[in-house]
C-alpha cells in the first residue's frame, strides 16, 4: 500500500532524524580514529574498520527501512528508541575502547541523548540514562585496568557523579518535553474536533437537527452543477407549514417548537437516499433538494409526506395538534439555458400557488420546462 501524503512527510522527518544520529555516530568514530592516528589508544587500526564497517551496515539498514517504508510497519515508525540503543552502544564500545578518552566520549554520548528529545519513549527515561551511567562505569573499569598506578579515583569520582546528574537531567527534560508535546497534540485534536463541531452547528438548525438555509444555499448551487455535468434532473420540494401561527397563538411558541420537531422527523422517515438534503429553510419553511430525481418521483415523495402530516398525532404534553402543508415541487435538468435560481423561482412561486389555491395540497411547476424551452429557442 502506497503511502498517504501525511505519511510521506513524516518520512522525510524520520529520515532528517536519521541523519541526524548518523552525525552523532560519525563523531565517535572521528574521535576513535583520529586517536589511534595520535597514539593515544592502543586500539588495533583492524579493529576500529571492523567497528566503522559494522557501524555503517546497521545504518544501512535504518536507512533502508525508511526508505522502502518498512519501518511503517512498526510500532514507533520513527524506530527511536532502536536508534538510541544503538547509539549507546557503540558509545560503550567507545568507553570500552579508549577509556583515556571518557571525557570526550560523555560528550558525545550526551549528544546520543539530546537526539532522544526528538521522541522520547516512556521505558527510555530509565533505560537510556541507565545505560550511559553503564558506559561511564565500564570507562573507570577499563582506564583503572589499564593504568592501575595512574587512577585517581577522586578526580574519577567527582567525574562519575557530573555525568551522571547530567545524563539524568537531560533524561528529565526529555521526559518533560515529551509529555507536553503529547499535551499540546491532544490539546490540537481537541481544538479539531471542536472546529468540527462547530461547522456542523453552522450549517444545521438547532431545532430540528435538519440542515439549515446557509447548508441549502451552498449545496444547492454544487447539486445544480453535479446534475448539469452528469446531464440528470434535480428536483425542489418547497414546503410550507399552513396556518402555524395559529398553532403559537393557540398552544404557545414552545408547543410550535415541538411541531417543528416533529415534522423534521416525518420528513427524516419519508425522505430515506442518503443523497437527499432536507432543510430548514426558515420558520415554518422546508426545503428538500432530491439529486437524480425526476418530476413524477418528486411529486409522489411531496405526496407522500403531505398524507403523513396529515394523518400525523402531533403531541405536544396532553393536547394533540394536527398540521397540514402547501407544497410546490419542482425539477429541472440542468442546461446552459437554464440556472439553479430558475428551480428555485419555479418550486418556491408554485409553493405560494398551493396556498392560494386552499392549501393543504401539492402543486406541480409544470411551467418551468416551458421557459427552458423559450430560452434555448431564444
Not at 541507565?130 to 567527582?158: E, H, Q, T
Request: glycine share 4%; with cysteine; net charge positive.
Amino acid at each position: 500500500m502506497a503511502p498517504t501524503e501525511n505519511q510521506s512527510k513524516n518520512q522525510k522527518l524520520r529520515l532528517q532524524r536519521f541523519i541526524l544520529g548518523f552525525v552523532t555516530y560519525v563523531m565517535i568514530w572521528c574521535v576513535l580514529g583520529m586517536a589511534v592516528a595520535l597514539d593515544v589508544i592502543t586500539t588495533p587500526v583492524h579493529r576500529l574498520v571492523t567497528y566503522i564497517a559494522l557501524a555503517l551496515a546497521i545504518q544501512g539498514l535504518f536507512l533502508a527501512a525508511i526508505i522502502y517504508n518498512f519501518n511503517l510497519r512498526l510500532r514507533d515508525p520513527s524506530m527511536s528508541a532502536e536508534q538510541i540503543l544503538v547509539g549507546f552502544f557503540w558509545v560503550v564500545i567507545a568507553f570500552t575502547e579508549a577509556p583515556e578518552l571518557k571525557g570526550v566520549i560523555a560528550l558525545v554520548s550526551i549528544m546520543v541523548m539530546l537526539y532522544s528529545i526528538f521522541d522520547f519513549i516512556r521505558h527510555s527515561f530509565y533505560l537510556v540514562p541507565c545505560i550511559a551511567i553503564a558506559g561511564m562505569v565500564i570507562a573507570n573499569l577499563s582506564y583503572f585496568l589499564k593504568y592501575p598506578y595512574d587512577y585517581d579515583w577522586r578526580y574519577n569520582l567527582i567525574e562519575f557523579i557530573s555525568y551522571s546528574l547530567i545524563v539524568t537531567w537531560v533524561a528529565i527534560i526529555a521526559n518533560y518535553s515529551q509529555k507536553m508535546r503529547d499535551r499540546l497534540k491532544a490539546q490540537r485534536q481537541e481544538i479539531a474536533k471542536a472546529n468540527r463541531m462547530l461547522a456542523s452547528l453552522s450549517l444545521e438548525d438547532p431545532l430540528t437537527g435538519l440542515k439549515n438555509r446557509r447548508y441549502f444555499d451552498t449545496h444547492f448551487d454544487n447539486e445544480w452543477k453535479r446534475a448539469q455535468r452528469e446531464h440528470t434532473p434535480l428536483a425542489l420540494i418547497m414546503v410550507d407549514i399552513d396556518h402555524f401561527k395559529q398553532v403559537n397563538d393557540t398552544y404557545g411558541h414552545q408547543a410550535g417548537d415541538h411541531t417543528l420537531q416533529l415534522i423534521g422527523n416525518i420528513f427524516t422517515k419519508v425522505v430515506r437516499r442518503p443523497s437527499d438534503i432536507i432543510c430548514r429553510y426558515g420558520g415554518e419553511e422546508f426545503a428538500l433538494l432530491l439529486p437524480n430525481t425526476a418530476l413524477d418521483s418528486a411529486v409522489d415523495m411531496a405526496e407522500s409526506i403531505l398524507k403523513r402530516l396529515r394523518s400525523a398525532n402531533l403531541q405536544y404534553r396532553d393536547q394533540s395538534i394536527s398540521v397540514t402543508a402547501s407544497m410546490g415541487v419542482a425539477a429541472s435538468r440542468p442546461n446552459p439555458h437554464n440556472q439553479s435560481s430558475d428551480l428555485l423561482r419555479a418550486a418556491d412561486m408554485t409553493m405560494y400557488r398551493a396556498k392560494q389555491e386552499g392549501r393543504d395540497r401539492v402543486a406541480i411547476a409544470q411551467e418551468l420546462h416551458l421557459a427552458a424551452l423559450t430560452k434555448s429557442a431564444t
